[in-house]
């Protein structure tokens, strides 16, 4: 299975600030997700990241909160823009290594202030 | 939309004692995913299940998935303070590569 870093791992940020996440695989993948977990909830999925095309949103996120970068098949950036608390959470990177089983990387935790 | 749920939300066990969640879909899903995510962890893939009515074992655990392929279940016998976490199952979405979580079960031990 794929071995997923993330960073930061944790990090507290003041409202209005932005913050952006990276995700690094050891391996090429073709489909990258991000994920959202509140304190005790299950995961809400964010966006899939492709390489060589624009992110796809789910319901209730968009591009402007949540810009994504997906530059290669290793890598990919999930920034969260003019943070609010309500943004603290702990945001997960995931990668497709079979089909539908995923991968996910430490997570980061998020606090914003 | 697409639902995936599970039960119980959370249960408390003594050591020793058995374990089972349950997890039901809205729609008939193709496979079925689990996953147990401890205490400050992340996710982790446990098992796919694929067939109708197909039940698979890794040591103490068991999974089952339904004839329908609408539900299923993961049970562990003889729990241990290892097993402690959270436990999700995870269907993919209808026309999309993309997984839908249930709600997730916490399981604490009492040792």
């Known amino acids: 299975s794929a071995v997923i870093s993330q960073k930061p791992s944790r990090d507290i940020c003041q409202r209005g600030t932005s913050l952006t996440i990276q995700c690094q695989v050891d391996?090429?993948?073709?489909?990258m997700f991000w994920y959202r977990q509140q304190p005790g909830q299950s995961l809400t999925l964010i966006a899939t990241a492709n390489q060589g095309s624009e992110a796809t949103y789910e319901s209730g996120f968009v591009i402007d909160k949540f810009p994504i970068s997906r530059p290669n098949l290793t890598f990919s950036t999930l920034t969260v823009s003019n943070m609010s608390p309500e943004d603290s959470s702990i945001y997960l990177c995931s990668v497709e290594d079979n089909v539908y089983e995923q991968y996910f990387g430490p997570g980061t935790r998020l606090t914003v202030t | 939309g697409q639902q995936v749920m599970q039960i119980p939300q959370y249960q408390h066990v003594q050591e020793g004692e058995d374990f089972t969640t349950y997890c039901n879909s809205s729609t008939t899903l193709s496979n079925i995913q689990w996953y147990k995510q401890r205490p400050g962890g992340h996710p982790v893939f446990l098992i796919q299940?694929?067939?109708?009515?197909e039940v698979k074992k890794q040591k103490r655990l068991t999974f089952q998935f339904g004839e329908a392929k609408k539900n299923s279940s993961l049970h562990i016998t003889a729990t241990q303070t290892t097993d402690v976490g959270t436990y999700f199952c995870?269907?993919?979405?209808?026309?999309?590569?993309?997984?839908?979580f249930g709600q997730g079960t916490r399981l604490t031990i009492n040792p």
């Open positions: 391996s090429q993948v073709t489909m």
């Open positions: 299940l694929v067939k109708s009515g």
């Open positions: 995870a269907g993919p979405r209808a026309g999309a590569q993309k997984l839908v």
